[in-house]
């Protein structure tokens, strides 16, 4: 039974697949699901910035029957006014399930070990698993069963790339890192754990790209962290541009989980192109989302099934 989802890793790669698997039978059908979580709430405490994980679980809640409600983290008094387990206690007695996004992912695991209601993380200062599922589900969509393919991640070590390097270790799939010396340096430790036959890291972006099916982006500067000139300059040559591109096959595909700042990680002429797939990729979130959700409520497949 799948209680919570806060990591990649605390899954087996068949319950990802099933995930995955239902998120493509929504999207073919959306209309057989339009009530299949009907009078099940959602609830949603987001303290920082998000449009695509905010609208993907909203709407995406709406259109299979539940209902939503946010929760503002200073109305309702979280952290301050009584003890978390006395929160969830109390949110426990109203929704079905609870999302957050913060920059404390011990805070989100301590949540979900309290086990009085489903957890999902919508992105911590470690981790996004919900943006890798559904970026896998995208790359499948287009390319084919993700151990096939060969991905290729390009610039910050970040929470999005903790979550990718998660999915590679389960699904096999051939994941290569290049990124600026300095931060593989400061990601040693990261480094000796992931690294594998599969999995790879180096510090030349074109050695990188060669031969790869899909190239994956994010900003230089995560949520909440200040703009920097001197990792703006460390991550020059890190650039998703055309000259890189040129270095890819035709149907090499190009990934951004969003938001962008257009011409630093990547050229406005490289994300407009026809190898990139950005607004795919974003449609996709609210048919994954639908599908968590879907898992986290009901466990039964005729339950899944239903409507």
Same mark, same amino acid.
């Given at each position: 039974m799948i209680n919570h989802f806060v990591d990649i890793s605390d899954f087996k790669k068949s319950e990802l697949k099933s995930i995955i698997s239902f998120a493509k039978r929504i999207k073919n059908n959306p209309n057989k699901y339009k009530n299949l979580l009907q009078n099940k709430s959602l609830g949603m405490i987001f303290e920082k910035q998000s449009n695509r994980t905010r609208l993907s679980f909203d709407i995406g809640m709406k259109k299979i029957g539940g209902n939503v409600i946010e929760l503002e983290k200073k109305e309702i008094g979280y952290g301050k006014r009584e003890s978390d387990s006395d929160m969830i206690n109390v949110l426990s007695q109203y929704i079905d399930c609870l999302i957050i996004r913060n920059n404390d992912h011990s805070k989100i695991k301590e949540l979900s070990r309290l086990n009085l209601l489903p957890i999902?993380?919508?992105? &911590?200062?470690?981790?996004?698993?919900?943006q890798i599922l559904s970026d896998i589900f995208?790359?499948?969509?287009? #390319?084919?069963?993700?151990? $096939?393919? /060969?991905?290729t991640w390009l610039g910050?070590?970040?929470?999005?790339?903790?979550? #990718?390097?998660? @999915?590679?270790?389960?699904?096999?799939?051939? #994941?290569?890192? @290049?990124?600026?010396?300095?931060?593989?340096?400061?990601?040693?430790? #990261?480094? /000796?754990?992931?690294?594998?036959?599969?999995?790879?890291?180096?510090?030349?972006?074109?050695?990188?790209?060669?031969?790869?099916?899909?190239?994956?982006?994010?900003?230089?500067?995560?949520?909440?962290?200040?703009?920097?000139?001197?990792?703006? $300059?460390?991550?020059?040559?890190?650039?998703?541009?055309?000259?890189?591109?040129?270095?890819?096959?035709? $149907?090499?595909?190009?990934?951004?989980?969003?938001?962008?700042?257009?011409?630093?990680?990547?050229?406005? &002429?490289?994300?407009?192109?026809?190898?990139?797939?950005?607004?795919?990729?974003?449609?996709?979130?609210?048919?994954?989302?639908q599908s968590i959700l879907n898992c986290l409520l009901y466990t039964s497949p005729s339950q899944r099934d239903r409507g």
């Open positions: 999902i993380n919508g992105l &911590s200062n470690f981790s996004h698993p919900c995208t790359i499948e969509e287009i #390319l084919g069963p993700i151990d $096939k393919q /060969n991905i910050d070590i970040n929470n999005v790339l903790i979550s #990718l390097l998660q @999915a590679s270790h389960i699904f096999r799939f051939r #994941l290569k890192i @290049a990124s600026p010396k300095a931060l593989l340096l400061k990601n040693r430790s #990261l480094i /000796n754990k992931f690294k594998s036959i599969n999995i790879s890291f180096c510090s030349d972006p074109i050695e990188a790209i060669k031969g790869t099916d899909c190239v994956m982006t994010d900003v230089w500067t995560s949520m909440g962290e200040k703009k920097s000139v001197k990792k703006k $300059k460390i991550f020059k040559n890190f650039q998703v541009n055309e000259n890189l591109m040129q270095h890819t096959h035709k $149907k090499t595909i190009f990934m951004h989980c969003l938001p962008a700042h257009r011409n630093e990680e990547v050229v406005d &002429s490289v994300i407009d192109s026809k190898k990139s797939v950005v607004w795919q990729q974003a449609q996709n979130r609210m048919y994954v989302q």
